[in-house]
């Protein structure tokens, strides 16, 4: 495909052109820069970028099913981006995120892509970030971003969102307290899943105290049994509350200032790590020696 | 520019009513070993899903697996959706208990390679590598 002709099919919402543009970007390929270029910036500011995570099992993609099924009725568009580690030995991935969503498969209104994490530090941010503003400019007005609650770069990723959901369910290991502090910290909405399950009060009691310790107003938990379509609206509409909230309050601007922020730094460094270790590889720095010394003296002379 | 970083992308997946997915993970599973990325669509899909999966994922290669006999049908079926959608060049790959005498037809219907039971797995990881590097190619 020309860059002309993937241009000119991402105008007109080709799933085709969609699907290569994320591609070219996330190989870091050239024409990135003009891809990137293209995109509608108004669509993007306008598009509301949802986080969903949790541990697995906790029904992350059977809701994400859910909200699009409804999503859908009320006619827009969406774009999914679903997130699953790459294999730090092969560098393989098994991407099966898809699988609960497949009822959409033949929707031209619903974007889904599929992506390894790639071992990235950074540049996972970047790649997802760009991904979302290729489906915001070819008219996805929400996006959901997927991915399981475990790990540096996954957390980093929920930074893109503006409203970012925790996923849990009833009998995965009740022990909220021990659980990873960020993920709560990061959380807007708390999402009791399987909520038809032995335990879910109980769940939902204890994230209730867990949350409401040292805050005026805990946050308040949603159950859903995202399998049968059960908490979806009133979580939908929870969600849109939340987000006129953080718009009348300037919330929402600030996420987005603090995610274009890192965005930026994540692309610097994305540019310069190869460029780097080249230089680095080219002196054949002798060991032994202090890689710190070493890394600030390349910095000094460039 | 940034450091070009082009893994190998598969979509693999079962079209029809056939529920026996084990060669289908177990061909997922070995592809993401030798550093393939996978997308896994699971059992049960129409051509036209498995066609519209690939081409939003941007994918090398479509593999197919089929244990019910009905091969003959589907994958050719797979082949013309994918053109229909507008990507007549990604390839597509299928295994499973297929005659002997089946594999020259379905070659002639555009499947780019046909794995029967025994095959070393070797051999099929080497028939995407081909597949993926000749779609890139292109």
């Known amino acids: 495909m020309s860059i002309d002709s993937l241009l000119e099919g991402l105008k007109a919402r080709d799933p085709r ?256 790590r190869p460029k780097l270790l080249a230089e680095i590889r080219r002196r054949e720095l002798p060991l032994p020696g202090d890689p710190r010394l070493k890394a600030k003296k390349i910095l000094d002379e460039h | 520019m940034t450091e070009k970083t082009k893994k190998n992308r598969v979509l693999v997946g079962k079209p029809g009513l056939d529920g026996h997915d084990r060669g289908a993970k177990f061909i997922a599973h070995a592809l993401r070993d030798a550093g393939f990325e996978v997308v896994y669509t699971g059992i049960r899909r129409s051509p036209e899903e498995i066609a519209a999966a690939a081409i939003q994922e941007d994918v090398d290669a479509v593999g197919l697996s089929s244990l019910s006999g009905a091969h003959m049908r589907l994958f050719p079926a797979v082949v013309e959706a994918l053109s229909k959608a507008g990507a007549p060049d990604i390839p597509v790959l299928g295994g499973g208990v297929i005659p002997d005498e089946d594999i020259a037809a379905l070659k002639k219907a555009g499947i780019v390679a046909i794995f029967t039971p025994g095959t070393p797995v070797d051999k099929i990881i080497g028939a995407f590598q081909d597949a993926c590097a000749k779609k890139s190619a292109a």
């Open chain 1, 17 to 272: 052109a969609i699907g290569r543009a994320i591609s070219l970007v996330e190989n870091g390929d050239e024409s990135a820069d003009v891809i990137l270029s293209s995109l509608d910036e108004n669509l993007v500011a306008g598009a509301i970028i949802l986080g969903i995570t949790g541990p697995p099992g906790a029904g992350k993609s059977t809701l994400t099913n859910g909200i699009i099924s409804q999503l859908r009725q009320d006619g827009k568009r969406i774009g999914i981006i679903a997130i699953d580690p790459s294999s730090p030995i092969s560098g393989g991935a098994i991407l099966g995120d898809r699988i609960r969503m497949m009822q959409h498969a033949t929707d031209r209104d619903v974007v889904v892509r599929s992506m390894a994490t790639r071992g990235r530090l950074g540049g996972l941010c970047a790649t997802a970030g760009a991904a979302v503003r290729i489906m915001a400019s070819c008219g996805c007005s929400t996006i959901i971003i997927e991915t399981v609650g475990v790990g540096q770069s996954e957390m980093d990723i929920i930074r893109l969102a503006d409203i970012t959901l925790l996923v849990l369910a009833p009998g995965l290991g009740d022990d909220i307290q021990a659980m990873k502090a960020g993920l709560l910290e990061v959380a807007d909405i708390l999402v009791v899943n399987k909520a038809d399950c032995k335990g879910a009060d109980i769940l939902a009691m204890d994230l209730e105290a867990v949350t409401r310790r040292g805050s005026a107003n805990p946050t308040q938990v949603s159950m859903t049994v995202a399998t049968e379509g059960k908490g979806i609206t009133e979580l939908l509409d929870r969600i849109s509350s939340l987000d006129s909230e953080h718009r009348d309050s300037g919330e929402r601007h600030k996420r987005r200032r603090g995610a274009h922020d890192q965005e930026v730094l994540d692309w610097c460094l994305e540019i310069l």
